[in-house]
């Protein structure tokens, strides 16, 4: 464990009681897993996640596209309660590094996914995976963006379902990076909550009466989670509900406004997700 920053340990000792524990988890070594968006279905893997140890990872299936992609199965619960139709039409909005698009991609065969990031180093990657993890059948079924996902709306379309995987602090990584650790405060987290909630906003801007948008971070901060919904749901409650799928895997834990999984649990995520049903 590197460096602790005091402000940081204190910070999240008065949110968790068990913070110590919490640390030594979001410390330890991730727990990953081979997953086959076309081959799998995401509830097995949910019910009984078998973990990478580097073995055959990059195996190309016989039609030529790379069959394993390697992710944290907590990762996928965001896409699970999408709750997609094979026709769906999908935006994944802050979609790199492109796991959870590959995933919704696999849920679809006749719809259609738009994955869209604002990086463009990010874009070329997500491009990559997308191309090279899915059958060519498929490359047909989703389209790649380079836009300011706070800004999506100015495109004029609407979809099914969206999901806003955003930008978040990340506190496991965080906590293994000696530089980023140290000059952690309160106020970032702060500052990234206002663009997850611009972000929540477009998505609710861009989905069609009755659909369903899915918000989710991989940060263990309520600032960046449930506030962020609160304050979605007290500041445009006229378009949107609450509308939580019932979900139970992986040790998921029931938050106020969504659900949270924990490495204290099985060793996966950190995970925070909720849904909100367009009105």
């Known amino acids: 464990m590197i460096a602790a920053n005091r402000e940081f340990e204190d910070y999240f000792s008065k949110i968790y009681a068990d913070w110590p524990e919490l640390q030594k988890a979001l410390c330890a070594h991730e727990k990953q897993i081979c997953f086959s968006a076309f081959s799998q279905k995401i509830t097995d893997i949910l019910q009984n996640p078998i973990l990478f140890f580097n073995q055959d990872s990059q195996k190309r299936n016989p039609d030529g596209f790379l069959e394993n992609y390697i992710l944290d199965p907590a990762s996928l619960l965001p896409v699970l309660a999408l709750e997609l139709k094979n026709n769906s039409h999908v935006l994944d909005l802050c979609a790199a590094p492109g796991g959870k698009s590959l995933a919704i991609l696999g849920q679809i065969p006749d719809g259609h996914l738009t994955a869209n990031d604002s990086s463009k180093d990010r874009f070329i990657r997500l491009k990559k995976v997308l191309r090279e993890y899915s059958p060519n059948k498929f490359h047909n079924n989703f389209e790649i ?6 800004t999506f709306f100015k495109t004029k379309k609407t979809f099914d ?36 909630y611009t972000l929540l906003c477009t998505a609710l801007m861009c989905t069609q009466p009755g659909g369903m948008i899915v918000y989710s971070t991989c940060s263990i901060n309520p600032v960046e989670n449930d506030d962020v919904i609160a304050k979605v749901l007290k500041k445009k409650g006229d378009l949107c509900k609450l509308s939580l799928p019932d979900l139970d895997f992986l040790g998921v834990k029931k938050t106020t406004y969504g659900y949270l999984v924990l490495p204290t649990e099985q060793g996966f995520g950190p995970i925070y997700f909720s849904r909100l049903q367009k009105l």
């Not at 963006?145 to 706070?150: A, E, F, K, V, Y």
């Open 161 to 196: 379902h969206i999901l806003v995987d955003t930008p978040c602090s990340s506190e496991r990584h965080l906590l293994k990076n000696e530089r980023l650790l140290k000059n952690w405060t309160p106020k970032q987290a702060q500052s990234l909550s206002v663009k997850q």
């Open 145 to 150: 963006t380079l836009s300011d996902g706070r």
